[in-house]
């Protein structure tokens, strides 16, 4: 028999309230012009996300996002590495950008996955 998958645990998302005693216990997503609310989600595994968003802040979670440039390169695939440290984005397999920040802006991307492998750290997005 083989062994049972692991159900996703990924919260809905909802939009991004205050911290939880200065740590951020949800991704943020950030979308162009801050013309609404970041939105948040947080949990464990993987979950189709759809959206546009420029820039993004792992809180206490690693993980990554995955979709395409919406602006530098439309169609072409980006992923984006995030933890309570950095935030890196890689192009095919070219690492194009490290930000040694829990926040960062990304460019443009159109999100459709979101991987969150778990939450540690004590980081806070602002």
Known sequence: M???AHASTILPAVPCASNNNGIS???????PNDDHPA????GQGSEPVKGTIYSVC???NSGVLRGNWAD???GDSVTVAFNPKSVTIWN???KEAQYLTPRAAIGLVDI???DIYGAH?????K
């Open 2 to 4: 083989a062994p049972a």
């Open 25 to 31: 216990n949800w991704v943020h997503l950030y979308y």
């Open 39 to 42: 939105m948040c989600i947080a």
């Open 58 to 60: 792992g809180g206490n």
């Open 72 to 74: 530098e390169a439309p």
């Open 92 to 94: 095919g397999d070219f």
């Open 112 to 114: 459709s996955v979101i």
């Open 121 to 125: 750290g004590d980081a806070t997005c």
